[in-house]
């Protein structure tokens, strides 16, 4: 169920186009977690539309305007569980963007069995 939702300016001069299905790749290899149960959507934001620390960027710099990564994991992993996915997380972006890992920003929200409407049914583990 990982479900990664990535948030970033535009990349100056590269596709991104492929990029949530290479995320989703690098991150099932590393974390064991079988692709097909890896989801992941990338929005870009419009030029302008991301200020950090005061400061509009048109494209996606390398040191400014991290990236915006948020995890939606089932509940019932473990403390460091939860932060090998966070690396491995990290860790594919970063690979995928070319970007240093500083740069990435990753938030973790646990589902709670129940909370869950998945595959036409209420899940439950």
């Given at each position: 169920m990982p479900i990664l939702r990535i948030t970033s300016l535009p990349f100056e001069n590269q596709d991104s186009s492929t990029w949530s299905a290479e995320v989703c790749k690098h991150f099932a290899e590393t974390t064991d977690i079988p692709l097909k149960h890896v989801s992941a959507t990338w929005q870009l934001l419009p030029n302008g539309h991301y200020?950090?620390?005061?400061?509009?960027?048109?494209?996606?710099?390398?040191?400014?305007?991290?990236?915006?990564?948020?995890?939606?994991?089932?509940?019932?992993?473990?403390?460091?569980?939860?932060?090998?996915?966070i690396m491995a997380t990290v860790e594919a972006v970063s690979t995928v963007t070319h970007l240093p890992a500083k740069n990435i920003f990753v938030q973790v929200n646990r589902a709670r069995s129940g909370a869950v409407f998945d595959e036409g049914r209420i899940a439950r583990w």
């Amino acid at each position: 169920m990982p479900i990664l939702r990535i948030t970033s300016l535009p990349f100056e001069n590269q596709d991104s186009s492929t990029w949530s299905a290479e995320v989703c790749k690098h991150f099932a290899e590393t974390t064991d977690i079988p692709l097909k149960h890896v989801s992941a959507t990338w929005q870009l934001l419009p030029n302008g539309h991301y200020a950090y620390a005061g400061e509009n960027a048109h494209f996606q710099p390398r040191d400014s305007h991290p990236l915006i990564v948020e995890i939606m994991l089932p509940d019932f992993y473990a403390l460091d569980r939860v932060e090998k996915i966070i690396m491995a997380t990290v860790e594919a972006v970063s690979t995928v963007t070319h970007l240093p890992a500083k740069n990435i920003f990753v938030q973790v929200n646990r589902a709670r069995s129940g909370a869950v409407f998945d595959e036409g049914r209420i899940a439950r583990w």
